[in-house]
């Protein structure tokens, strides 16, 4: 686990809270399978779900869609923390709601919009939070400064 990890606060369990509370609302089998919550600099508490497609490239993840939300509706860019879950589907034996890291795209983007993010992930005991940059070594840029 990264040295830079640290433990949960109560705001960070709310947004976890919050992001469960989204996909069981909004859960469809091979549809709607993650929810995910971020507060924003200001305070607001976002929320978003996967949307899937048949066409999987066209498929979008909750981290980005509660993004969009965030600056559509708020005017916001600024990521203070943000989490994802997975709901699981409806075969499998263990029906906990559980925090899933972000996708490699995911990353990308959190990191794009707020450099200083925080991210809730699964450590080996437990939910944990890092630094953006601690799930994204190497970052891509565009390579136009130095």
Known sequence: MDARATAL???DQELIDAACEAIKRRYRNDW???GAA?????GQIITGV????YLGRMAVC???VAL???VTDHGETGIDTIVAVRHPRPHEP????RVVSPCGSCRELICDYDPDARVIIMGETGPVVVPIGALLPNKY??????
């Open 38 to 42: 971020l507060r924003s600099r200001t």
């Open 94 to 97: 263990d029906q906990t709601i």
């Open 141 to 146: 840029n565009r390579g136009t400064g130095l």
């Open 9 to 11: 606060s109560a705001q």
């Open 68 to 70: 969009g939300k965030l």
């Open 50 to 53: 996967n949307l899937d497609a």
């Open 32 to 34: 709607q399978e993650v």
């Open 62 to 64: 909750a981290e980005a």
